[in-house]
């Protein structure tokens, strides 16, 4: 079809040149340099201008497609080796899964070599390094990619993973510096750049910094958890002045925390520290009673026996722990401490029952039998109190019950403000199992209380 148009094309142009020929017969003398001149005919002219025309419009298309041909044959080609490099980074990829982290380094390196510029092989490299715990390599590695892609978010904080890794905290400061100095917003590199200054101990760079990210966190839930972050940093700088002597200042600083947030525990442990060392044992009290009752932390119930038996006033503590278990009698750790503190004032045959109605109740943790094994020791029985400290060896072997992060369970021995691990402030609180049924009202004897 496509010849017979040409070929149609072709006679409707003869035909035309045969009736202009026909119309124009005489002739004129064409000049076409000086001292040449011909004779032709003014439609043979036409024609001849018409064909030299034509003939340029088919040089300039068959050089355009030359061209296109070519740009499509480099593409194939291009095409063809991203393919084959794609697929043997899918393939080293594999390996790594796998565990073969030889072979997937072989096969990674081979792809850069082919291609020195693909991002991918470069960061999976470096992160196969880091698995091994090659720091340097991996930085090695990054560091090229970094030439090639100065302002890429994944190598800059791939970077940062592994100076942090190796413990050069100064570069990896550097390295968030240069990401917050491109984008002042990025909240994960101001987050990496708190958690390097808190372990570094440098608080106030620390609180500058999660001034910025409260700032750029619009998230509700996400918003409420920075500002209580930025409240903790507040009550570092004010336990710190505590610590140096500045006690007004402190309890300055305290009382504001409590005002921002009510059920920031740890303000209210310092605060009542602090009442305690101006001579206010009263209000030290007051506070954390009303602590007590606001988040039954069993930090409270410590300050307050450590209060009490310090003044040599142990029916206080005792009243407080009677009101405290008749309004929860099936708090086990409740019981468990108010138990200990029995054990503590030698009422010995009163802490042995409270232990052994937490026992019969179905309560069952090393700690409880660690206590009646020292309660049965103080009252003589050597035979019953092996007997049970055999009974917390066969659970766990502990001496006291541990502080729990309520939000990533890291253990204490000591009541702690601030969790290290999940980086989360007036977490740690006393879990123990509770009983397997409610335990009856304490029965509460008047012994004498010798001090």
Same mark, same amino acid.
């Given at each position: 079809?496509?010849?017979?148009?040409?070929?149609?094309?072709?006679?409707?142009?003869?035909?035309?040149?045969?009736?202009?020929?026909?119309?124009?017969?005489?002739?004129?003398?064409?000049?076409?340099?000086?001292?040449?001149?011909?004779?032709?005919?003014?439609?043979?002219?036409?024609?001849? =201008?018409?064909?030299?025309?034509?003939?340029?419009?088919?040089?300039?298309?068959?050089?355009?497609?030359?061209?296109?041909?070519?740009?499509?044959?480099? $593409?194939?080609?291009? *095409?063809?080796?991203?393919?084959?490099?794609?697929?043997?980074?899918?393939? =080293?990829?594999?390996?790594?899964?796998?565990?073969?982290?030889?072979?997937?380094?072989?096969?990674?390196?081979? #792809?850069?070599?082919?291609?020195?510029? *693909?991002?991918?092989?470069?960061?999976?490299?470096?992160?196969?390094? *880091?698995? !091994?715990?090659?720091? !340097?390599?991996?930085?090695?590695?990054?560091?090229?990619?970094?030439?090639?892609?100065?302002?890429?978010?994944?190598?800059?904080?791939?970077?940062?993973?592994?100076?942090?890794?190796?413990?050069?905290?100064?570069?990896?400061?550097?390295?968030? !510096?240069?990401?917050? /100095?491109?984008?002042?917003?990025?909240?994960?590199?101001?987050?990496?750049?708190?958690?390097?200054?808190?372990?570094?101990?440098?608080?106030?760079?620390?609180?500058?910094?999660?001034?910025?990210?409260?700032?750029?966190?619009?998230?509700?839930?996400?918003?409420?958890? +920075?500002?209580?972050?930025?409240?903790?940093?507040?009550?570092?700088?004010?336990?710190?002045?505590?610590?140096?002597?500045?006690?007004? +200042? /402190?309890?300055?600083?305290?009382? !504001?925390?409590?005002?921002?947030?009510?059920?920031?525990?740890?303000?209210?442990?310092?605060?009542?520290?602090?009442?305690?060392?101006?001579?206010?044992?009263?209000?030290?009290?007051?506070?954390?009673?009303?602590?007590?009752?606001?988040?039954?932390?069993?930090?409270?119930?410590?300050?307050?026996?450590?209060?009490?038996?310090?003044?040599?006033?142990?029916?206080?503590?005792?009243?407080?722990?009677?009101?405290?278990?008749?309004?929860?009698?099936?708090?086990?750790?409740?019981?468990?401490?108010?138990?200990?503190?029995?054990?503590?004032?030698?009422?010995?045959?009163?802490?042995?029952?409270?232990?052994?109605?937490?026992?019969?109740?179905?309560?069952?943790?090393?700690?409880?039998?660690?206590?009646?094994?020292? /309660?049965? *020791?103080?009252?003589?029985?050597?035979?019953?109190?092996?007997?049970?400290?055999?009974? =917390?060896?066969?659970?766990?072997? #502990?001496?006291?019950?541990?502080?729990?992060?309520?939000?990533?369970?890291?253990?204490?021995?000591?009541?702690? $403000?601030?969790?290290?691990?999940?980086?989360?402030?007036?977490?740690?609180?006393?879990?123990?199992?509770?009983?397997?049924?409610? @335990?009856?009202?304490?029965?509460?004897?008047?012994?004498? @209380?010798?001090?």
């Amino acid at each position: 079809m496509f010849s017979r148009l040409h070929f149609f094309i072709f006679i409707i142009i003869i035909l035309i040149f045969g009736y202009l020929f026909y119309l124009n017969p005489e002739q004129i003398e064409f000049t076409l340099y000086q001292d040449y001149t011909l004779t032709i005919s003014p439609a043979l002219i036409a024609f001849a =201008a018409f064909f030299i025309g034509a003939f340029f419009v088919f040089l300039v298309t068959l050089f355009i497609d030359t061209k296109r041909a070519f740009d499509l044959w480099r $593409s194939s080609k291009r *095409h063809r080796k991203e393919e084959y490099l794609q697929e043997r980074y899918s393939q =080293a990829l594999e390996q790594m899964l796998k565990g073969n982290f030889a072979k997937a380094q072989e096969g990674l390196q081979k #792809v850069l070599a082919k291609n020195d510029q *693909h991002l991918p092989a470069y960061l999976s490299l470096a992160n196969l390094y *880091h698995l !091994e715990k090659k720091y !340097e390599q991996a930085i090695e590695i990054l560091i090229k990619a970094k030439a090639l892609a100065p302002e890429n978010l994944e190598i800059l904080f791939a970077l940062e993973k592994n100076y942090r890794a190796r413990h050069d905290y100064n570069l990896a400061l550097e390295t968030l !510096e240069y990401i917050i /100095a491109h984008d002042s917003e990025n909240r994960e590199a101001l987050r990496k750049k708190r958690e390097i200054l808190l372990k570094q101990g440098d608080w106030a760079a620390a609180y500058e910094t999660q001034k910025q990210i409260v700032k750029y966190t619009k998230e509700k839930e996400l918003a409420e958890s +920075e500002k209580k972050f930025l409240l903790g940093l507040e009550y570092k700088f004010g336990e710190e002045l505590a610590q140096k002597g500045n006690f007004k +200042e /402190a309890e300055k600083a305290m009382r !504001e925390i409590i005002k921002e947030d009510r059920n920031f525990i740890p303000a209210f442990v310092t605060l009542g520290d602090i009442r305690q060392r101006l001579g206010d044992p009263e209000e030290a009290s007051q506070i954390w009673r009303k602590a007590l009752d606001t988040s039954g932390n069993p930090v409270f119930l410590e300050r307050l026996e450590g209060l009490y038996l310090s003044q040599a006033n142990p029916q206080k503590i005792l009243e407080i722990y009677h009101e405290a278990l008749r309004k929860k009698p099936e708090d086990t750790v409740l019981r468990f401490f108010y138990s200990r503190l029995l054990v503590r004032m030698e009422m010995i045959d009163e802490a042995l029952a409270q232990l052994r109605e937490l026992e019969i109740s179905g309560a069952s943790f090393p700690e409880l039998f660690i206590l009646m094994g020292q /309660a049965l *020791h103080r009252r003589g029985d050597t035979s019953s109190a092996i007997e049970s400290y055999e009974k =917390a060896l066969d659970a766990l072997k #502990v001496s006291l019950p541990s502080y729990t992060c309520g939000i990533c369970a890291q253990t204490e021995r000591e009541w702690s $403000s601030y969790c290290e691990d999940c980086k989360n402030w007036g977490t740690f609180t006393v879990k123990l199992p509770e009983a397997a049924r409610i @335990v009856p009202a304490i029965p509460f004897y008047n012994y004498p @209380v010798n001090f």
